[in-house]
């Protein structure tokens, strides 16, 4: 991989089909009203039609609309890279992997095909939290019906005191243990939630940037996770990227500002009670700056994601 890449090279990587065919589409049309001026790199495992391709090529370089710049974009099928044997297991989010694994960037921006980033790309890249571990990971939504079993916690916790090194029968407890082992607020937070609160939703992979050259390894630790015994646990790929890095010793963090939810408000007519109630529509997952403007969120701006 290393001798695959360019030392020091940036750029934008979508995993995509032919299913996220419109979402992609629109995202180019984001990355073009940004002006975004990285590289972008479509990556697919033998699941994206050429006609696909030629409409995304399309999007990315006509000259409709001259103010917003045409964009680079590259394509790269990984179905032969892969064994035979294994090529099927990659479906849906594990496709990602792939996308970060053989894209042809050392420090990729992975992009869902249903992010709107509302600032430059730039911006991600010169955070302090990128900056200072070569890895920028957004919080998840704090969502608290969704619990692990205690089963389910109590194997967690034998893996990552195994892997970071805390001893199981220290009689201190889980909360001591985290401290005294983790010095970043942002990732004790994210412990604490996992093995005390038994959150399950934790980090957000709707937009991620990890150095390669300082992460490998723990890019690989986590694509090991995610056909694990454990990986019934979690949902998709999105957890596997933060706990590849804890067991694997690398330095990580989160960004600090917790995710929000972003829509239409509109007001709610309760017959119970009195007094005047708000709701927001369409709800969306968004990420904000330390300052309360928004950074980028997921669901595409779709007026409603999902029928309900």
């Known amino acids: 991989l290393q001798t695959a890449t360019q030392t020091g090279s940036r750029g934008i990587v979508i995993s995509a089909s032919d299913v996220q065919l419109d979402e992609t589409l629109r995202l180019l049309k984001v990355l073009r009203y940004i002006k975004n001026n990285f590289p972008i790199e479509i990556v697919y495992n033998g699941d994206l039609s050429q006609d696909a391709i030629k409409s995304l090529v399309k999007h990315a370089r006509n000259q409709d609309a001259p103010e917003y710049p045409a964009q680079e974009i590259w394509f790269l099928n990984v179905h032969s890279m892969l064994n035979p044997g294994y090529s099927d ?149 999105k957890d596997w990227f933060w706990l590849g890095a804890l067991l694997s010793n690398n330095p990580f963090t989160f960004y600090p500002v917790d995710a929000s939810n972003i829509g239409q408000l509109g007001n709610v007519i309760s017959k119970e009670t009195t007094g005047e109630f708000y709701q927001i529509c369409s709800v969306q997952l968004s990420h904000t700056d330390k300052d309360g403007s928004l950074l980028w969120l997921n669901g595409g701006l779709s007026v409603c994601k999902k029928a309900s």
């Open 89 to 237: 297991n990659f479906v849906t989010y594990s496709n990602k992997w792939l996308a970060l694994i053989f894209s042809s960037f050392e420090i990729p921006i992975l992009l869902d095909s249903d992010t709107v980033p509302f600032v430059s790309i730039d911006t991600f890249y010169n955070s302090e939290e990128f900056q200072r571990t070569g890895v920028l990971f957004f919080k998840d939504r704090i969502i608290s019906d969704d619990l692990f079993e205690p089963s389910q916690v109590e194997v967690l916790k034998e893996v990552i005191y195994g892997c970071i090194g805390l001893n199981l029968t220290d009689e201190s407890t889980v909360h001591d243990r985290i401290v005294n082992h983790i010095k970043d607020p942002t990732v004790v937070q994210v412990l604490e939630n996992m093995l005390i609160k038994k959150y399950k939703h934790h980090l957000e992979s709707g937009l991620v940037i990890l150095d390669k050259g300082r992460h490998l390894f723990s890019m690989l630790t986590s694509l090991a996770l995610q056909f694990s015994p454990i990986a019934e646990y979690f949902h998709g790929d």
